[in-house]
Each structure stands twice: as C-alpha cells, then as structure tokens.
C-alpha cells in the first residue's frame, strides 16, 4: 500500500514538472443550454505525453460510454488551453485555473483530475470506470 502512495504522488509530481511536449489542439466551449453534461479538460500550451494521454483517453470514453447522448449533444467534450483567452474565460467561470478534468452539470462539478493521471496512460480500464461512474451519477439525478 505504501509503495502504491509513493508511485501515485511520484506521477503526479512527474506529469506536473514533465509537461513540455507541444500541441496544437485549440477548441471553443460549447456554453450551450441543451447540453446536459459537459466534461471539460482545461490544459497548458506546453504538455507531456500524460497530458494529452488524459483528453485522447477522456474524449474516447466520452464518444464511446455516450454514443447517442454525445451524438445528440446530451453529453460534449470540449478540450480548452486555460493560457488562450477563451480557455482562460471558460477557466474563470468554472473556478479553474490549472490543468483540471472537470465533468460538470448544471451547479455540479466533479473534479477528476487525479483520476485521470493516475489511471488515464497505465489503466485506462479503471480510468473509463472513473468516467462512467461520475457521468452516470450526474444522469440519474
């Protein structure tokens, strides 16, 4: 158990000094009031290869745990650089100001960033049943 707390915060400690790997990856928000559920990955200009590991595995999931929600626009993923102006605004209005994984329904927000750097690259399996597990308690609601 000790070893397991040791590998965890050493990951988080190594992805969080470790993210210098370049991307182009700009999106806009969709603020739109038809979409029930919105999963919001906020992230620096410069990442690592667990950064981006964590939006490709979280916007896969979404797509996938989701197909007629996400189709339908029950459910989006909306990738944001919290750098760039309307990551930034986005980032503001939700209270975020760091790379964050967020999953937000009306005044509800889950926040599962540890999540998904401590399962998104080594067990994307558990990862996905964070995902599930957080989305469906936000449906049945």
Excluded at 4 to 33: F, P, Y
Excluded at 104 to 114: A, F, L, P, R
């Amino acid at each position: 158990m000790k070893n397991l707390l040791i590998a965890g915060i050493l990951i988080l400690l190594i992805s969080g000094v470790s993210c210098n790997a370049q991307t182009d990856n700009r999106q806009t928000a969709e603020t739109d009031s038809a979409t029930d559920i919105q999963v919001y990955y906020f992230h620096m200009t410069t990442r690592c290869i667990t950064c981006t590991t964590i939006e490709a595995e979280a916007r896969r999931n979404v797509e996938m745990l989701y197909p007629e929600q996400y189709k339908k626009g029950k459910i989006s993923f909306v990738a944001l650089n919290i750098e760039e102006p309307a990551g930034k605004a986005v980032g503001e209005k939700l209270g975020v100001n760091s790379q964050t994984l967020l999953i937000v329904s009306g005044d509800k927000k889950i926040n599962i960033t540890n999540e998904g750097f401590l399962y998104s690259v080594a067990k994307p399996e558990k990862f996905s049943a964070v995902i599930k597990e957080k989305v469906d308690s936000l449906l049945r609601k």
